[in-house]
Nanobody
Framework: VQLQASGGGQVQPGGSLRLSCALS????????LAWFRQNPGKEREFVAA????????YYGDSVKGRFTISRDNAVNTMYLQMNSLKPEDTAVYYC?????????????????????WGQGTQVTVSS
């Protein structure tokens, strides 16, 4: 399984960005997927997760109501729509999968449970 994250950049506070994550090497619809983020010297933080068909979504408390995770199995891509961005959203964003079709609590919150990761994409929120 190979994951490729893209879409990061610099945006002003209150702005929006959409991240994408493409999966290759195995059937995309086999996997639940998640977004995490990380700053230097800090642990990787859970942002959002989505199950194999998009029917179930989960969010970290700090992004609820502002971020939306989705997926399009026809094009093997997952998305993270980020609205009302704040400076504290600045981080490298990673997409990952535990390797299962569903995402279960509490494992989905722990980066150590994820078998595959993309390379990360930088998001900077600054005026």
């Amino acid at each position: 399984v190979q994951l490729q994250a893209s879409g990061g950049g610099q945006v002003q506070p209150g702005g929006s960005l959409r991240l994408s994550c493409a999966l290759s090497g195995r059937p995309f619809s086999n996997y639940a997927l998640a977004w995490f983020r990380q700053n230097p010297g800090k642990e990787r933080e859970f942002v959002a997760a989505i199950n194999w068909n998009g029917g179930m979504t989960y969010y970290g408390d700090s992004v609820k109501g502002r971020f939306t995770i989705s997926r399009d199995n026809a094009v093997n891509t997952m998305y993270l729509q980020m609205n009302s961005l704040k400076p504290e959203d600045t981080a490298v964003y990673y997409c990952g999968t535990e390797g299962y079709s569903e995402s279960y609590y509490p494992d989905r919150l722990s980066s150590s449970k994820y078998r595959y990761w993309g390379q990360g994409t930088q998001v900077t929120v600054s005026s």
